[in-house]
């Protein structure tokens, strides 16, 4: 991002890197999560719930290859180390269940999962309303992912 593009940013850009990275971090605890889900679950319809996972952990990496993009244009650089990733993430790693045919306990935790990261990115659009529409519009269309899949789960826990 040019001078002046960071010059309209009507925010500290030093907070909103930080919530960015945060963000970031929260994004690949997902993506692994749900991808390990889907290399391991099993049972009974196992197979559903896998494909699932699998949808859901390649929009997470996704979300992660966008905020990347958007703190390395506001000139800044996402976490090297991976070991940092959990130390930076707004919520800690939630452990899959042991019992990896355990398809409701998988459902709780990715609802939980959804609900987190739903509060995330609800919290940087506020912020960032009319302020930075840059980082607005690409928390917007995270957070309608993120509201999608919170759906998505959710509606496999009535049934
Ligand atoms: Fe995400
Ligand atoms: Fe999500």
Known sequence: MGK??????????????????????????AFYL???????VSGRAYEDM??????????ELEHATELADLITKLGDV??????DLEKMAN????MPPKN???INRIIRIVTEAEAGAIEVYSKIAKKTLGK???TYQ???HILSEEVSHEEMFENLLER
């Not at 749900?34 to 391991?40: G, L, P």
């Not at 919520?91 to 939630?94: D, Q, R, S």
């Open 50 to 59: 896998k494909e699932m996972l699998e949808k859901v952990a390649k929009d």
């Open 132 to 134: 930075d529409h840059v």
């Open 4 to 29: 002046q593009a960071r010059a309209i940013v009507e925010l500290s850009l030093k907070d909103l890197v930080k919530d960015l990275n945060k963000a970031y971090a929260d994004e690949w605890l």
């Open 78 to 83: 996402p976490p090297a180390n991976p070991m």
């Open 138 to 140: 690409l928390v917007s």
């Open 91 to 94: 919520a800690p790693y939630l």
């Open 100 to 102: 990896t045919a355990d």
């Open 34 to 40: 749900y991808w390990y889900m889907a290399q391991t």
